[in-house]
């Protein structure tokens, strides 16, 4: 089970990180916003990729 919600945190990171680019480059926000979103980005890829290496 861990497996399969490691690789679903991973499918999310690397789904939404570049909807977030797009987003921001479609409509704009605070400057603060992106690097914010890259470091959790990198965290929930990071605890999946942990979830899917104990399983």
């Known amino acids: ?7 679903f945190l991973q499918i999310s990171a690397m789904t ?8 921001q480059l479609q409509f704009g926000f605070k400057l603060i916003v992106m690097p914010v979103c890259t470091v959790i980005g990198f965290a929930v890829f990071w605890i999946g990729t942990q ?3 104990k399983a």
């Open 51 to 53: 979830l899917r290496e």
């Open 16 to 23: 939404f990180l570049p909807l977030i680019i797009l987003y």
């Open 1 to 7: 089970m861990l497996h399969h919600i490691g690789i």
